[in-house]
């Protein structure tokens, strides 16, 4: 069954991969040649990543190969290990098995939890990034650093601006951003600024860096034996690949989602990723992840299932075969200029254009983000991120947390006269830790009492913060020979209360699940 879903609508499929290859080719050696793993790696991970995640993974429209936060990843890791590419694919192998290792848990399903702020610091600070790697290449110069490094190298050696470099990157800047849209959608414009800008830098030599040559034989085996200091080394990274790879695939999977109308299989999806991953690493080829432009595009043009993924990959192996000696023509300025677009395209200007009408707990979270991405990190980038994201909605959260105190006779049908003290404390909102110190404040107020009834009726959940203050509260009650009973949603969650420590301090008498009753059990403590 699986076999004839593949090849359904393969009119529609192979017109699919065909037009995702066309988008993928000069992207790809656009990748490789920034990562600093030369045009043919870039190749070889597109293809494998491209084909392994189709076959296998959970997305079944989704196009895969390397990315831009993948680039950037790789790009620093060539700093670190510029002559030992085996120990950089390597890590690229670890990657990949590190994303299978994650396909067998449940963690491919927290991704969506990942607030947009993060996204989006992320997302533009990548954009950044590419640009500014950028900027040498699109002037003809050579160099090899940080983004920063990349800016202040140009501003030193303004001077060695190559013309020819200039002209043929302004020439395919303005292909790329001034193609009409109907030419576009059929044919797309980086691909004819690389033809004809490849074929003009040709025609009248002009004296610029090309990507050299590109192999025509089948990739041979690239990772070779490592030791632990290096392993240490490209540990970190891997893992960086890893997690940005299942977070670049799986937001692509929603993006595919919302276009088809169905529903991916992220463990799949990831695991697909990783195979896809490990597999590039063995023979030399770039990481990847799930790509969105060319997802869509890939929809758009008819595909249904994974054989379009499929026939991408094919497609991009029969350039190599049979396109080679040209695509090493290709000067490396067209490809610096494609990627400025693409570092253009990146930039999250949705979140941008409610910039100044943004929450300002949500403004801070995404300048972090963005911020720490372009000058320290990607995924301590986006650790902060999700760190500070959740400080600051526990805040806002506890906010609006309600504690009030009020006397028992008016809010019960149960007759209680004034020598029984007994009076009612209500919690409503959410009683979790940013909460607690709200609760553990109002004791103070209530140790006059003889009797206390906990109002948590309004309550769905207790997180163990939660559990531990109202423990600590009704502790220093005993202490002071006050009486506590507690008013709770149903007995599931008196159950799972008492499990978590409370039936150290109280029994299931002393939880009732109406005010009346509790009430009334509150009179026969205080009696006893």
Do not use: W
């Not at 420590?501 to 002393?510: N, S």
Request: hydrophobic fraction near 50%; proline fraction near 3%.
């Amino acid at each position: 069954m699986e076999n004839a879903k593949i090849l359904s609508n393969i009119k529609g499929n192979l017109f699919g991969g065909i037009t995702a290859g066309v988008i993928a080719l000069p992207l790809a050696l656009a990748f490789g040649v920034a990562s600093g793993l030369g045009a043919t790696a870039g190749l070889y991970g597109a293809i494998f990543v491209g084909f392994f995640a189709a076959l296998f993974g959970g997305t079944p429209t989704q196009v895969s190969g390397p990315t831009g936060p993948m680039t950037v990843v790789i790009a620093g890791l060539v700093l670190l290990y510029p002559n030992s590419h085996s120990t950089i694919f390597m890590a690229i192998f670890l990657a990949g098995l590190i994303q299978i290792a994650i396909s067998f848990t449940q963690i491919a399903n927290l991704i969506r939890y990942v607030p947009y702020p993060v996204i989006s610091g992320f997302m533009t600070g990548i954009g950044l990034i590419i640009i500014l790697l950028q900027i040498t290449p699109f002037f003809g110069m050579e160099f090899s650093g940080s983004p920063i490094e990349h800016l202040f190298y140009f501003v030193k050696h303004f001077a060695e601006i190559n013309p020819h470099a200039l002209f043929l990157s302004i020439i395919t800047l303005l292909i790329v951003f001034l193609t009409p849209k109907k030419i576009n959608e059929k044919v797309p414009s980086s691909l004819i600024a690389l033809v004809f800008c490849t074929i003009l830098s040709v025609l009248f030599k002009f004296d610029v860096a090309t990507i050299g040559e590109i192999p025509r034989a089948f990739p041979s085996i690239k990772i070779g034996m490592i030791g632990f200091s290096e392993f240490k080394t490209i540990l970190p990274a891997a893992v960086s690949l890893a997690i940005l790879g299942c977070i670049d695939s799986l937001l692509t999977s929603l993006v595919a989602d919302s276009i088809t109308k169905t529903k991916h299989n992220s463990r799949r999806e990831v695991f697909g990723q990783g195979l896809g991953n490990a597999v590039s690493g063995i023979f030399g080829g770039l990481a990847g992840a799930g790509a969105t432009m060319r997802t869509v595009v890939n929809i758009k043009a008819g595909a249904t299932n994974n054989l379009s993924g499929v026939i991408h990959s094919l497609f991009l192996i029969s350039i190599i075969l049979f396109f080679a000696p040209l695509a090493s023509q290709i000067p490396m300025a067209i490809l610096s200029a494609i990627l400025i677009k693409v570092g253009i395209d990146i930039v999250d200007y949705k979140f941008l254009k409610v910039l100044k009408f943004a929450p300002k707990s949500d403004l801070v979270v995404m300048i972090v983000v963005f911020l720490l991405t372009v000058l320290y990190d990607l995924i301590f980038a986006v650790g902060v991120g999700i760190v500070l994201s959740s400080i600051l909605f526990a805040v806002r959260v506890a906010k609006h947390f309600e504690v009030n105190l009020e006397n028992a006779e008016e809010l019960t049908d149960t007759t209680v006269s004034g020598d029984d003290k007994i009076s009612v404390l209500h919690i409503d909102g959410i009683f979790f830790f940013g909460s607690t110190s709200q609760v553990a404040s109002r004791v103070e107020d209530i140790l006059d009492n003889k009797a206390i009834v906990i109002d948590c009726s309004k309550l769905n959940t207790f997180d163990i913060s939660a559990v531990f203050a109202l423990e600590d509260m009704i502790i220093k009650m005993h202490d002071k020979n006050v009486q506590v009973v507690i008013v709770l949603k149903n007995k599931k969650l008196g159950a799972k209360l008492l499990k978590m420590g409370l039936e150290e301090i109280i029994t299931k008498e002393e939880i009732k699940y109406s005010l009346n009753s509790a009430v009334s059990r509150a009179k026969e403590l205080i009696k006893d």
